[in-house]
């Protein structure tokens, strides 16, 4: 795992790999690696069978602005350096992921879990969605591209489609997505977990933790701005189902595929039109709400989207199943954070434990070489 040592994603496989009588993982640190690639490069070519997972460079500021300055002198360096963000501030999505890719590029071959073009093609939201409708994957349709507010409007209104979400094209996390809905009469609505924040006529975008509601033009229209600026697109809003004995909630499906085949899977119900479980939303075993028929069909539309990137061994997939048909919103190269949930008695650790020895990486000399 490329990933920080006190990661609560590392210590999980650490665990898993414990308890299947493993050694521990050998970890390098993305910060190590952002300046050279070197002891990576070199502990490989001491044991080139190992098994690497890149883990998520998520949870650790100075990773993310050490991308963002990646990223920023990867296109140019036009204007001044971007400065570190406050916590739980968007922005600057496009220059982290010019940096991410970068560093990725420069990371040597290996057997890895996810390799690095493959992470990258699902994190790009937008290209990933795009690879999965060509490939005749259902997905809500792709209204477009777009820059501001203005442009947002003027491609509704195109679409003849009143009611969208705006996705950050490298988000995650459902940070910055927006469901947005407008009326003939002028009447709009933006919700989601953006909080918007303006200092002296400064706009800023915050992650928060409560889904917040926006009516009023006046902010809708700046929060818009400041998430497009960073690269978003539009696509048509699919109702999410009712969740059976949860009144006014509605859920979709965080389902994990491993080698192509779904495996971990729960329901994520939520009053609010994010549904991602750290935004406080109910976790529900999906199984107590599927008949046979449903988890056949919701097993086949993974199995075909996972083909579409099948270089990566695992993805989580989020999905809504509705009137016959699934539908995969996104895919996530890092989407296997599920604490405790089990499949056939594995976790989504333990799956990836079983599959051998892996290496991680975050050096802080424990482990560090071997």
């Not at 679409?159 to 009326?183: D, I």
């Not at 729960?266 to 008949?291: C, D, E, F, I, K």
Request: charge should be positive; glycine fraction near 10%; include cysteine.
């Amino acid at each position: 795992m490329v990933g920080p040592q006190d990661s609560r994603r590392i210590a999980a496989l650490q665990q898993a790999l414990q308890a299947q009588g493993h050694p521990a993982a050998v970890v390098f640190d993305y910060l190590q690696l952002l300046q050279t690639p070197a002891p990576l490069q070199d502990w490989l070519a001491r044991h080139p069978a190992a098994r690497v997972k890149l883990e998520s460079p998520g949870e650790v500021p100075e990773v993310h602005q050490a991308l963002v300055l990646r990223g920023w002198r990867r296109l140019g360096a036009q204007g001044a350096a971007p400065a570190p963000l406050a916590h739980g501030e968007l922005a600057h999505q496009q220059l982290w992921y010019a940096g991410f890719a970068d560093l990725l590029a420069s990371l040597p071959a290996a057997q890895y879990l996810n390799p690095p073009a493959g992470l990258l093609a699902v994190t790009d939201k937008l290209a990933c969605q795009q690879r999965l409708a060509a490939a005749g994957v259902a997905v809500p349709t792709l209204l477009g591209s777009v820059s501001s507010y203005a442009e947002m409007r003027a491609c509704l209104q195109a679409s003849g489609c009143s009611q969208a979400f705006l996705k950050p094209r490298y988000g995650s996390s459902g940070a910055g997505v927006l469901a947005y809905r407008w009326h003939r009469d002028g009447r709009e609505i933006a919700s989601g977990s953006a909080e918007l924040v303006v200092e002296q006529g400064r706009v800023r975008v915050f992650n928060a933790l409560l889904q917040r509601r926006y009516t009023q033009r006046t902010e809708i229209a700046p929060l818009v701005d400041a998430i497009a600026a960073q690269g978003a697109y539009l696509e048509r809003w699919i109702p999410k189902p009712r969740a059976p004995g949860l009144p006014g909630h509605h859920y979709d499906l965080r389902v994990v595929a491993l080698d192509g085949v779904a495996r971990q899977r729960v329901a994520r119900a939520s009053r609010g039109a994010l549904t991602n479980l750290h935004l406080g939303n109910t976790r529900l075993p999906a199984q107590a709400w599927q008949g046979a028929d449903v988890d056949a069909l919701v097993s086949a539309t993974v199995a075909q989207a996972a083909r579409v990137f099948a270089d990566c061994r695992m993805i989580g997939f989020d999905l809504i199943q509705r009137d016959g048909r699934c539908h995969v919103l996104e895919a996530n190269g890092f989407g296997d954070l599920l604490p405790e949930l089990r499949w056939q008695g594995r976790t989504t650790y333990e799956d990836q434990a079983a599959l051998g020895t892996v290496a991680a990486h975050a050096g802080d000399g424990r482990r560090r070489h071997g």
